[in-house]
């Protein structure tokens, strides 16, 4: 399974930034897809989950202003973040899980800075 996240950059607070996430390879069963962080010096967090069945979790962090979405069809994740803070600055990391293994793609950098 690979996962190969796209769509970062510098934007500016209050900006927005849609990430993508394609997934490819032998992928028989999702249990999940989401979006984990890691900022210089802090550990890696949970951004946003979405299960098989649609439910969705949010870090409060980001809540209201970040929407997490897949589309099973393409194998592809996104998370649509809006009203980007300086605080949101991280590599943000693409994840899937299936059958008890995770899976992780190699990261795109996000930079809120004015």
């Known amino acids: 399974v690979q996962l190969q996240a796209s769509g970062g950059g510098l934007v500016q607070p209050g900006g927005s930034l849609r990430l993508s996430c394609a997934a490819s390879?032998?992928?028989?069963?999702?249990?999940?897809m989401g979006w984990y962080r890691q900022a210089p010096g802090k550990q890696r967090e949970l951004v946003a989950i979405?299960?098989?069945?649609?439910?969705?979790n949010y870090a409060d962090s980001v809540k209201g202003r970040f929407t997490i979405s897949r589309d099973n069809a393409k194998k592809m994740l996104y998370v649509q973040m809006n009203s980007l803070k300086p605080e949101d600055t991280a590599v943000y990391y693409c994840?899937?899980?299936?059958?008890?293994?995770?899976?992780w793609g190699k990261g795109t950098q996000v930079t809120v800075s004015s």
């Open positions: 390879g032998s992928i028989f069963s999702i249990n999940a």
């Open positions: 994840y899937l899980g299936s059958r008890g293994m995770d899976y």
């Open positions: 979405i299960t098989n069945g649609g439910s969705t």
